[in-house]
């Protein structure tokens, strides 16, 4: 399954919100759709897992929702520190595949 | 506190072989399935390999199979991917990773900081 992430660059300032799309190319279980944050130079970090749960000590203002081939990841009012790179996942009972990635930037 | 560390990274010819470690504390390491993920530089995450808590099922992207063995010493807490026949597109930070499950690697929910493998003459 490709997961395809739109759009590629999100330029927004802080207290904005960000809605990052992850369409994937056939149906995906939604237990198994979870949403990644990185930033340079550091290991990635699970946000969301099961298409909507926020995973343990993530903020709220990071929401997950979705289903079949359409998933989203919104930050409801960015903060400097949400300022990174964002990836989907899916698992499809054979093969895991990400997404290419999404980038918020400051604007 | 949950915690991976990964070793065994290093400048490798084409062709060469290297055996990634990674030790786990902090959890019931036989528990959980485990995983590698990769990097390139400047690109982004690919699931290379996952083995089941038990050990006894391993699977591989197609691009590794037959290249690199995962495997695990659950009395050392310790998870290995063995990689042969290296190739320069197997240049990457590659990050250990726990699952929340005990089969299959379905989400990632703890990394560690990555090893460095850069295959180049």
């Known amino acids: 399954i490709v997961l395809t992430q739109s759009p590629g660059t999100l330029s927004l300032s802080p207290g904005e919100r960000a809605t990052l799309s992850c369409r994937a190319s056939?149906?995906?279980?939604?237990?198994?759709l979870a949403w990644y944050q990185q930033k340079p130079g550091q290991a990635p970090r699970l946000l969301i897992h099961?298409?909507?749960s926020r995973a343990t000590g993530i903020p709220d203002r990071f929401s997950g929702s979705g289903s079949g081939t359409d998933f989203t990841l919104t930050i409801s009012r960015l903060e400097p520190e949400d300022f990174a790179v964002y990836y989907c996942q899916q698992y499809d009972g054979s093969q895991v595949t990400f997404g290419g990635g999404a980038k918020v930037e400051i604007k | 506190e949950v915690q991976l560390v990964e070793s065994g990274g290093d400048l490798v010819q084409p062709g060469g072989s290297l055996r990634l470690s990674c030790v786990a504390s902090g959890f019931s390491f036989s528990t959980y399935a485990m995983s590698w993920v990769r990097q390139a530089p400047g690109r982004g995450l690919e699931w290379v390999s996952d083995i089941s808590g038990s050990g006894l099922t391993t699977y591989y992207t197609d691009s590794v199979k037959g290249r690199f063995t995962i495997s695990r010493d659950n009395p050392k807490n310790t998870l290995y991917l063995q990689t042969n026949s290296l190739r320069a597109e197997d240049t990457a930070v590659y990050y250990c990773?726990?699952?929340?499950?005990?089969?299959?690697?379905?989400?990632?929910?703890?990394w560690g900081r990555g090893t460095v493998v850069t295959v180049s003459s």
């Open positions: 990773a726990k699952t929340p499950y005990s089969n299959r690697a379905a989400s990632f929910d703890v």
């Open positions: 099961a298409a909507s």
């Open positions: 056939q149906s995906v279980d939604s237990r198994y």
